[in-house]
């Protein structure tokens, strides 16, 4: 028998499926278009493989090692601080969605990236990126490890707040 989630960390899951749901279709939906598209890309960027390639795996390892070392400098702070359990996960689904946008933009970054220049090697970047993104996903055993605090006592911080 499965356990159920809390509400609030449900809500934070379908955030984060949804952040997710986008940039696949987006990639689906630019890959498409440049595949069908028979033209070659007229754009100047094309004469710079290497360089486009080196920057798409830059701005996505900055954009993770940033978003981590944000979330994790404000996880420190959320469990630092003397606040209810519902105002931490408050503080923590601000965090995760910081995070999120982060990783998002690298990810959206990339794919206008190809649909410029067309280079296939960046299509490898993106799904990457996309996997990467996929590993954050929130749910009841990683959010209590993080806040250091039971799972029960989140599933109590559900039924406190829907009275």
Request: glycine share 6%.
């Amino acid at each position: 028998m499965q356990k159920t989630q809390p509400s609030a960390i449900k809500a934070l899951s379908i955030f984060h499926i949804g952040l997710l749901t986008g940039q696949v279709i987006f990639s689906l939906i630019i890959f498409i278009i440049a595949y069908l598209d028979k033209s070659q890309s007229t754009s100047s960027l094309k004469a710079y493989p290497t360089q486009l390639i080196l920057l798409c795996i830059g701005v996505g390892a900055a954009a993770y090692l940033g978003g981590n070392a944000f979330f994790r400098k404000k996880l420190e702070q959320i469990n630092g601080s003397a606040k209810s359990l519902s105002e931490k996960f408050n503080d923590y689904r601000a965090a995760c969605i910081t995070r999120w946008a982060l990783a998002e933009f690298a990810t959206l970054f990339c794919i206008i990236l190809f649909f410029v220049s067309r280079i296939n090697l960046l299509m490898i970047i993106i799904v990457a990126l996309i996997l990467i993104f996929f590993t954050t996903k929130p749910s009841l055993e990683k959010i209590a490890s993080d806040l250091n605090v039971s799972g029960a006592e989140i599933e109590q911080m559900n039924v406190g707040s829907s009275t």
